[in-house]
């Protein structure tokens, strides 16, 4: 387990993961539990979790937590970890289903410091510290794949994919489809009409430590730590298509 001498990357990525096995043995160990129950089990064990180890490893921070109540002392705060305790809920009740994650993101002074994205049931961790190379892409004149909500996609985006010939890559959990992007299962991710800075903080986090440049569908930067946490809308690309989901995107939301 990390110490309070940590870097913050490690305290991240620690985090996150310990979260995570907390997940997976509660998969495991409660075939009792299904559905909304499993939902809010999961929900709740991991940010209690979360915030255990933050308050032994971080206890000068503010924590912004989907599964707290909003202190607003972090609008006051110099550093903040921005925290998604179980992203893809609904993909994690649906046992044996791997596309869900864990989110822990630092904002300091204005800006994202550290983030990690453990997805648990890949046995993986993806570090902003620890950017790893993007593969290439499988057929350089194939169609853009586009990341996409299972659950609930936007309606905007079925129509940029159709604009761009795009394939549509149905996964849950915000963090999962953003890290596809850096491994290289998708081109892009563009998301509309919804989420929470928790959504997207370390996985954008995670984005900028690989050189990509995530930024809001009108091409403005994500900001975080904001009085409303609310933050509907996404566009990470890989280099070689970004120019292209940025055209058809003016072209969509035009
Ligand atoms: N229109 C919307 N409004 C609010 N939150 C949304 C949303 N669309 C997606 N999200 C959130 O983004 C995360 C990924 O969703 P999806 O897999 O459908 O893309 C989910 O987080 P949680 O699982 O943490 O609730 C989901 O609640």
């Known amino acids: 387990m990390s110490r309070p001498d940590a870097d913050d990357h490690e305290v991240a990525a620690a985090v996150a993961q310990e979260a995570g096995r907390v997940l997976l043995a509660l998969r495991a160990d409660r075939p009792d539990l299904d559905g909304r129950d499993l939902k809010d089990a999961g929900d709740r064990a991991a940010h209690v979790h979360i915030l255990d180890l933050l308050a032994r490893l971080r206890p000068e921070d503010a924590v912004l937590s989907e599964e707290g109540a909003d202190d607003h002392r972090r609008l006051d705060a110099r550093?903040?970890?921005?925290?998604?305790?179980?992203?893809?809920?609904?993909?994690?009740?649906?046992?044996?289903?791997?596309?869900?994650?864990?989110?822990?993101?630092?904002?300091?002074?204005?800006?994202?410091?550290a983030g990690a994205v453990a997805l648990p049931a890949r046995d993986v961790v993806h570090r902003m510290d620890r950017p790893v190379p993007l593969p290439p892409r499988p057929d350089e004149d194939g169609p853009v794949r586009l990341a996409v909500s299972r659950s609930r996609p936007p309606d905007f985006v079925v129509a940029l994919a159709a604009l761009l010939g795009?394939?549509?890559?149905?996964?849950?959990?915000?963090?999962?489809k953003a890290m596809a992007v850096l491994d290289g299962t998708v081109d892009a991710y563009v998301h509309g009409g919804g989420q929470y800075e928790w959504d997207s903080a370390a996985p954008v986090a995670v984005a900028l430590g690989h050189g990509l440049a995530p930024t809001r569908l009108d091409g403005s930067p994500l900001v975080y730590n904001r009085p409303d946490p609310w933050l509907p809308d996404l566009v990470l690309a890989r280099p070689e298509v970004l120019a292209e989901v940025r055209s058809a995107l003016e072209e969509t939301t035009a």
């Open 79 to 113: 550093r903040v970890w921005i925290v998604d305790p179980l992203d893809g809920t609904r993909e994690f009740s649906e046992r044996p289903r791997d596309d869900w994650a864990v989110h822990v993101a630092l904002w300091e002074d204005g800006a994202l410091a």
């Open 166 to 176: 795009a394939e549509l890559v149905p996964m849950g959990s915000a963090g999962v």
